[in-house]
């Protein structure tokens, strides 16, 4: 049986999607991706559009989805579309809540350097006292 044309090793898998060979192994791992039977002599051989599941794994992390949330959007695929949308409307709502909260965050912050600041005294920092519960 010959190999076709349209398929790659993983070494050439992982230069076209732009990643390392041990992220193509970890998506197999996680079943992101489907390992191919290994042959009885030579390598294992992906089809073509591997590269385009694994270049679609690294766009949807970086857009703050989890690995378990990506192979869910996988499963959905391109005929779930409003399913799909739901995702990530709801993956806008917890990202904004995290907006809000590190906001909240730097206000604290930006408060505690402030009180450092403008306290001359030496023998005692806001910001230490706040972080050990000492400060009233």
């Given at each position: 049986?010959?190999?076709?044309?349209?398929?790659?090793?993983?070494?050439?898998?992982?230069?076209?999607?732009?990643?390392?060979?041990?992220?193509v192994?970890?998506?197999q791992?996680?079943?992101?991706?489907?390992?191919?039977?290994?042959?009885?002599?030579?390598?294992?051989?992906?089809?073509?559009?591997?590269?385009?599941?694994?270049?679609?794994?690294?766009?949807?992390?970086?857009?703050?989805?989890?690995?378990?949330?990506?192979?869910?959007l996988?499963?959905?695929?391109?005929?779930?579309?409003?399913?799909?949308?739901?995702?990530?409307e709801?993956?806008?709502?917890?990202?904004?809540?995290?907006?809000?909260?590190l906001k909240?965050?730097?206000?604290?912050?930006?408060?505690?350097?402030?009180?450092?600041?403008?306290?001359?005294?030496?023998?005692?920092?806001?910001?230490?006292?706040?972080?050990?519960g000492?400060?009233?």
């Amino acid at each position: 049986m010959g190999i076709n044309k349209k398929t790659l090793t993983i070494g050439h898998l992982a230069r076209a999607a732009g990643v390392n060979i041990e992220t193509v192994r970890y998506y197999q791992r996680v079943a992101l991706i489907q390992e191919p039977p290994k042959p009885l002599e030579g390598y294992r051989h992906y089809p073509a559009d591997t590269v385009d599941r694994i270049k679609f794994i690294k766009r949807a992390q970086q857009l703050g989805f989890s690995l378990k949330e990506i192979a869910e959007l996988l499963e959905l695929g391109n005929k779930r579309c409003m399913d799909v949308r739901t995702r990530a409307e709801e993956k806008r709502a917890h990202i904004d809540q995290q907006i809000n909260d590190l906001k909240k965050l730097r206000k604290t912050l930006d408060n505690l350097i402030k009180a450092c600041q403008t306290d001359n005294d030496t023998a005692h920092c806001p910001i230490v006292e706040t972080l050990s519960g000492q400060s009233s």
